[in-house]
């Protein structure tokens, strides 16, 4: 299996444009998860879904992020507009239980 | 709700050295566990999990860890280093409703 795919694996962007990450997950898992990761605040979870349902985006940040997952097989988490704080390293992992998740290898988010 | 507390966030140890990275958790129900690594521009990998059989679990590259209920540790250990074991280490605890919940993380060098 090819792993949890993700793209871009680097973005540059200026503040204000509109940003879109993707992630493929591994194929039969049934829960998708996005975390940010920086320095001052470490790993953060934004949001996870199961069967392709949103269950808990509390840790969305404000309105200008959002995530869908149309299918089993895909998820996008915008960013819009962006801002320079939102530079960071987004992860995408997925699982089938509730035991291990598998991490994809990040986008890494730069907003000048 | 569950947390996990990493103690050091950065450990320093000698090639051959023991490693002992520490976690302590507090969860209301009985936890799983988990070790996750995160070397250099890349995502997190499972190094190990207990989920409530042997106390004693090992994971992969020597490293094992013990869950001990009565100090409420899952501290991670590995007899001997390695240079290749430099990198960023996480724990993370979940109660069963996938989701997982990390630590700090500790930065785990090795000096030739």
């Known amino acids: 299996d090819a792993g949890v795919i993700q793209s871009p694996r680097h973005e540059v962007t200026e503040m204000g444009q509109e940003v879109t990450l993707r992630c493929k997950p591994i194929s039969g898992h049934n829960s998708l998860f996005w975390y940010r990761q920086t320095m001052m605040r470490g790993l953060e979870l934004l949001i996870y879904?199961?069967?392709?349902?949103?269950?808990?985006d509390s840790g969305m940040p404000e309105d200008r992020f959002s995530a869908k997952m149309p299918n089993a097989s895909f998820s996008t988490l915008k960013i819009q507009p962006s801002e320079p704080r939102d530079s960071a390293v987004y992860f995408c992992?997925?699982?089938?239980?509730?035991?291990?998740?598998?991490f994809g290898p990040g986008t890494r988010l730069l907003v000048l | 709700a569950q947390s996990v507390t990493q103690l050091g966030s950065h450990v320093s140890v000698s090639e051959g050295a023991l490693v002992l990275l520490r976690c302590n958790y507090s969860s209301s129900v009985p936890p799983y566990l988990f070790w996750y690594v995160q070397y250099p521009n890349q995502g997190l990998q499972l190094l190990l999990k207990y989920t409530s059989a042997a106390t004693l679990v090992k994971g992969i590259n020597g490293f094992e860890a013990e869950f001990k209920k009565s100090e409420t540790s899952f501290h991670l250990t590995k007899p001997s280093a390695h240079m290749s074991d430099a990198a960023e280490y996480f724990c993370?605890?979940?109660?069963?409703?996938?989701?997982?919940?990390f630590g700090t993380g500790t930065r785990l060098t090795i000096i030739p």
């Open positions: 993370a605890v979940s109660v069963r409703n996938e989701k997982l919940t």
């Open positions: 992992a997925s699982s089938f239980s509730i035991e291990t998740q598998y």
């Open positions: 879904f199961n069967n392709n349902v949103p269950i808990d």
